[in-house]
Antibody, heavy 122, light 107 residues
């Protein structure tokens, strides 16, 4: 079945780095745009980053621009998020999600992983 | 940035009630709006996209309407499994943004 599984979360000190991974299965990964969304404890959803199916088009939220890097390996059916210069406010559950498209318009997230928790604390 | 105002933030209702949740945009987004349901400790699930298209497998008691700046999610007959938090999301332009969420609780 269609599935996304995140990994790589954990406890990291402020200023540290972490790399999240998302393994996709059950669909042709290389056909789909992908995204990362996060949710701070007790808070709402925040879109973080987006990558096109080929990896040629990338967008970031202003809150992470210059610190986070999204990438993908279509041969490995995997999505990544490299997070550098982490701050306490980056503490959240990070979800990877498949971006749906209808009539050439994409942007809703139709498949979500269960999430991986990132805690930034000294 | 497109700002979203979702209301109410908390909605108390009973099983069988008809409930509506509103999402208002700071500028027009045509029909580029999605609705999600999230239960505690779980990932969000897509309910509706393109403002009114029901995602496959979602019960027909859920419906969405609106275009431009004003959108509504309606649950026609609230079931016990519908008590959750609901979010709207615009995908008209980057950065994609979510509403603040509406928690539907048992009255």
């Amino acid at each position: 079945q269609v599935q996304l599984v995140e990994s790589g979360g954990g406890l990291v000190k402020p200023g540290g780095s972490l790399r999240l991974s998302c393994a996709a299965s059950g669909f042709t990964f290389s056909d789909y745009y992908m995204s990362w969304i996060r949710q701070a404890p007790g808070k709402g959803l925040e879109w973080v980053s987006y990558i096109s199916s080929s990896g040629s088009t990338i967008y970031y939220a202003d809150s992470v621009k210059g610190r986070f890097t999204i990438s993908r390996d279509n041969a490995k059916n995997s999505l990544y998020l490299q997070m550098n210069s982490l701050r306490a406010e980056d503490t959240a559950v990070y979800y990877c999600a498949r971006v749906g498209m209808v009539r050439g318009v994409l942007g809703y997230m139709d498949v979500w992983g269960k999430g991986t928790t990132v805690t930034v604390s000294s | 940035v497109i700002w979203m105002t979702q209301s109410p933030s908390l909605l108390s209702a009973s099983t069988g009630d008809r409930v509506t949740i509103s999402c208002r945009m700071s500028q027009g987004i045509s029909s580029y709006l999605a609705w999600y349901q999230q239960k505690p400790g779980k990932a969000p699930e897509l309910l509706i996209y393109a403002a009114s298209t029901l995602q496959s497998g979602v019960p027909s008691r859920f419906s969405g309407s609106g275009s431009g700046t004003d959108f509504t999610l309606t649950i026609s007959c609230l079931q016990s499994e519908d008590f959750a938090t609901y979010y709207c999301q615009q995908y008209y332009s980057f950065p994609w943004t979510f509403g603040q969420g509406t928690k539907v609780e048992i009255k």
